[in-house]
């Protein structure tokens, strides 16, 4: 199983950006996906998170601001993200607990860095 990220980049304050990430490989079951965001000498952070069964969860610091979704076919999770801050500046990953050939397991993409400009 393997989660591709994308949707990065280099946005001033206010501005907007879209996150993908897809998984791909022998999956059988998608429990939850989330977004994590992580900056250099601090632990990774939950910023939002999705169940199969469409429930969300959001970091308060991105309450508002941040909306989290899913294409079950796809399986794929957005993170669309609004009103951009500075301190939202950080490396995102996705991670899914996914079932696959392993049983339940939390499989993580690579990074993608958001750079919040003022």
């Known amino acids: 199983v393997q989660l591709q990220a994308s949707g990065g980049g280099l946005v001033q304050v206010g501005g907007s950006l879209r996150l993908s990430c897809t998984a791909s490989?022998?999956?059988?079951?998608?429990?939850?996906m989330g977004w994590y965001r992580q900056v250099p000498g601090k632990q990774r952070d939950l910023v939002a998170i999705?169940?199969?069964?469409?429930?969300?969860n959001y970091a308060d610091s991105v309450k508002g601001r941040f909306t989290i979704s899913e294409d079950n076919a796809k399986s794929t999770v957005y993170l669309q993200m609004n009103s951009l801050k500075p301190e939202d500046t950080a490396v995102y990953y996705c991670?899914?607990?996914?079932?696959?050939?392993?049983?339940?397991?939390?499989?993580w993409g690579q990074g993608t860095l958001v750079t919040v400009s003022s």
């Open positions: 991670k899914g607990r996914i079932y696959a050939d392993l049983g339940w397991h939390d499989y």
């Open positions: 490989g022998t999956i059988f079951s998608i429990n939850n």
């Open positions: 999705i169940t199969g069964g469409g429930s969300t």
